[in-house]
């Protein structure tokens, strides 16, 4: 856990610094925004923690809170 926690700490400090201009900006990963490839991330790593608790997660669901944030 200490592993994944790490990781979530640098995700947060790399998205918290993003300005806010930059959201729609292109990434190495065609047609992806730096939004996209954020909601991604997030949303991969909801879906991966609700599932090492042992509970099923909806997706869809889980993408559509991201997305709202």
Known sequence: MEVLERAQAGVVRLLG???AGRWSAPTPCE?????DLARHLVTAERAFTTALGGTAYDLAAIDAEVRRL
């Open 17 to 19: 610094g993003v300005d």
């Open 31 to 35: 047609g992806w925004s730096v939004a």
